[in-house]
């Protein structure tokens, strides 16, 4: 099985840049691992702007995808929740599952109809760039959750 991560815009806090490589390289161990930044709007019209981020977000969903949306109103779930998802999934056959950041002023209607599950982080609001980081930390702990790993302790 293949992750695949988009977002928009790049994540300009070194700090946090820093602490998403870091978990990316560790996630790598486990499953092949792909980000893909898009290209942010800034036209000023912030539905221009969310229909352009998501159109770009939605040309680069994969078919046969699972494709998850980050979503203030998703289902919320444990980490051993997710790990029992990414194993479902990957005991499934899944070939990708794609996990969609949208931009700060959310995404469409439409590409939010494409996607198969709306994951919710957190009731709290995130940073877009924290998220990135939690979302991948939340990734690898799965993962080490599947394979018994002491770091979920």
């Excluded at 444990?78 to 790990?83: D, G, K, N, V, W």
């Excluded at 029992?84 to 209607?109: C, L």
């Excluded at 439409?110 to 990734?139: D, I, N, P």
Aim: glycine share 8%; aromatic share 6%.
């Amino acid at each position: 099985m293949r992750l695949r991560v988009i977002w928009t815009g790049k994540t300009r806090d070194a700090h946090l840049r820093a602490l998403a490589d870091d978990y990316l390289k560790r996630l790598s161990r486990f499953v092949k691992c792909e980000i893909a930044v898009l290209g942010e709007s800034r036209s000023g019209d912030k539905k221009v702007d969310i229909d352009k981020d998501s159109r770009r977000i939605s040309d680069g969903l994969h078919e046969g995808a699972v494709n998850v949306l980050l979503d203030p109103q998703g289902t919320e779930w444990t980490s051993e929740q997710l790990a029992e998802e990414m194993q479902r999934w990957q005991d499934g056959g899944t070939k990708e599952v794609t996990f969609i950041v949208g931009g700060p002023n959310g995404v469409s209607s439409a590409l939010s109809a494409r996607v198969s599950k709306r994951w919710s982080l957190s009731r709290l609001t995130l940073t877009h760039e924290m998220a990135r980081v939690v979302l991948l930390e939340q990734l690898y702990r799965a993962y080490t959750i599947i394979h018994g790993l002491p770091y979920q302790k």
